[in-house]
């Protein structure tokens, strides 16, 4: 019954194909000698199987697995994934992979690699006179991480169950044909780290589902260590969420722009494998290539604004771990940095000059955000109350009443403090006397930070859209609020869920984000996005170490550090003026 399914779902596509593509004569596509069975060349084997999806709640799909005739089992194996399964993995079809695949390793051209190939899901109908739902644009046209969970979490554990698959992101493929072609990339851009090597035919990089949102992304992101193989045709679809040959180029733009490792081979045809299959061989050695040679991300400059604060081949580093949930770092006068373990109720210290990890205090009510202030002593939020901490860790009440969560401290010992609770931002002025409410009204003021001039506070509301900045009043009241920093969200959200803020010198904001540090210019554009250390809550960021150029971001059960060519800001100094912003 599903692939009657998708063959209709296939119709459709080609009809519209046929009906919107200029008429123009195409060239001929065949498929060569790699394509074709040979005597001599061992045929793999290939399984199918249902499975059932709790990812994809409900769905049904038939799986199919090739196993080449090399493959022993005394070591891993590479894996190469297909979208739209039941297409690719026919030999007699138009794509023919397993015969391919067959050719190619047997020449040792690509490694021994077990080949996975998926069906979309179907939820299937509970009678014959109701219409099952059709999984497949949301599975892959989607910009999220899902399709990657659900090949993570239940797909590469299921084949694994039986034969010996590789754990190493640069030995695994993903290839796809439309909206299969943008799956592929995505699954690669948001697991970077667990597929390295890309096929992307006739990709579906349109809006459908926000997928034409990746040259912007591509163009601003850090670069990933992917290599992608591109390919369209100039008669592609041309419909309402776009043109699909115009949208691959904008891509195509954008990796160039951002210095990957890809190539684009342009065609003729429409919206189908004529041209795909037969370049399918080639497809598959582009992206093998040099392997077990791992795909690197650039390390050569590019015209990225990012890299502008980016040390090509610096990464991140693990500075300290072994915690429960690392938060609120900051650095003193020498850049040694302290950071909260909040379950575990401690602050720890990592020295700028030696690396080392010690104890600073303990029993801290659960500190939350931390600042140096002008007198030496370090600011903790803590629960319903502010402390300060002296050289030796013994802690005093600055305020209390106040359910804080990130705080920053100015040059003059004035303290600002968000309180998510109450939706409200407090000010407790240098002498100690005053506390009020300063900002209001704010979703879940949570991040906070000043500009390096001092003059403007920037708060991050996690729960709306926008970043929000007040000047600063000389008697320490706040005015002129607005909706200013408009950073990158994921697909369907209606929140940014920005976390962390820290700023550079030059006045460069930087906002831990679910989609990585993101780095906005002074007038609010996001202009780079740094990838995440991990797969993990990314909660806040400063910069410290003895030069101030290294950022240290705590993500969950780390903290890491990574040297730029930047340097960050300390409050307790006197203010920064920047340049004027680029407009």
């Known amino acids: ?337 302290f950071f909260t373990d909040i379950p575990n109720n401690r602050i720890h210290r990592i020295d700028a000059e030696t690396g080392k990890v010690t104890l600073f205090a303990e029993n801290t009510n659960g500190s939350n955000g931390l600042m140096f202030g002008p007198d030496g002593k370090l600011y903790a939020a803590q629960k319903r109350r502010v402390v300060a901490y002296d050289t030796n860790g013994t802690e005093e009440t600055v305020a209390d009443e106040i359910q804080g969560n990130d705080l920053v401290v100015g040059h003059d010992g004035a303290i600002y403090l968000t309180e998510p609770p109450t939706k409200q931002v407090w000010y407790i002025s240098p002498d100690r006397n005053t506390k009020k409410v300063v900002g209001e009204n704010i979703a879940f003021p949570n991040g906070i930070i000043l500009t390096p001039d001092q003059s403007q506070l920037i708060i991050a509301d996690m729960k709306g859209a926008n970043l929000v900045i007040y000047q600063i009043k000389s008697d320490g009241t706040l005015k002129n609020k607005q909706h200013y920093f408009s950073p990158q969200m994921q697909y369907n959200k209606i929140q940014c869920d920005v976390d962390g803020l820290t700023v550079d010198a030059q006045g460069r904001l930087y906002a831990t984000s679910p989609m990585g540090l993101q780095v906005f210019d002074q007038a609010g554009r996001v202009t780079g996005i740094i990838n995440k250390p991990q797969d993990k809550w990314l909660a806040n960021v400063t910069f410290g170490g003895k030069d101030m150029d290294t950022l240290y971001a705590a993500c969950a059960d780390k903290v890491f550090k990574r040297k730029t060519k930047v340097k960050g800001v300390r409050f307790f100094d006197a203010p920064i003026l920047p340049e004027k912003p680029k407009l």
Not at 19 to 29: H, R, S
Not at 33 to 47: A, F, L, N, T, W
Not at 110 to 128: E, K
Request: glycine share 10%; proline share 8%; charged share 20%.
């Open 1 to 337: 019954m599903r692939s009657h399914f998708r063959g209709a779902c296939l119709s459709i596509l080609l009809l519209i194909a046929c009906a919107t593509a200029p008429a123009q004569p195409a060239e001929q596509y065949k498929l060569g000698p790699d394509s074709q069975i040979h005597p001599g060349v061992p045929q793999g084997k290939i399984e199918q199987f249902p499975w059932t999806s709790k990812i994809f709640n409900g769905t049904h799909r038939d799986c199919w697995v090739y196993i080449p005739a090399q493959y022993d089992g005394n070591q891993p194996a590479c894996v190469m994934v297909f979208q739209d399964g039941g297409r690719f993995v026919k030999r007699d079809g138009q794509w023919r992979a397993p015969v391919v695949m067959d050719n190619l390793i047997h020449r040792k051209e690509m490694p021994v690699t077990i080949g996975i190939f998926l069906d979309p899901g179907v939820v299937p109908a509970d009678s014959p006179k109701e219409l099952p739902r059709y999984n497949r644009s949301l599975e892959y046209d989607s910009p999220t991480d899902q399709y990657a969970r659900f090949l993570l979490q239940e797909m590469l554990p299921e084949v694994g169950r039986k034969y010996r698959l590789t754990q190493d992101g640069n030995a695994r493929g993903i290839c796809g044909s439309s909206s299969g072609g943008i799956c592929a990339f995505t699954a690669a851009w948001e697991r970077p780290r667990e597929f390295s090597r890309v096929i992307s035919f006739v990709g579906s990089f349109t809006d459908l589902k926000g997928g034409n949102r990746y040259p912007d992304l591509i163009r601003k992101n850090e670069p990933k260590p992917i290599r992608i193989f591109q390919q369209d045709g100039r008669n592609d679809l041309d419909i309402y969420a776009g043109s699909w040959f115009i949208a691959n180029t904008d891509v195509d733009a954008a990796l160039s722009f951002a210095g990957y490792e890809h190539t684009f081979v342009v065609g003729t045809e429409g919206h189908n494998a004529k041209h795909g299959g037969a370049i399918l061989p080639g497809a598959l050695r582009y992206v093998w290539k040099g392997y077990p040679e791992p795909v690197h991300a650039p390390k050569e400059p590019t015209k990225q604004p990012v890299m502008e604060v980016l040390i090509p081949g610096e990464e991140w580093q693990v500075a300290a771990e072994g915690f429960k949930f690392t938060e609120g770092p900051a650095a003193d006068a020498k850049g040694n940095v």
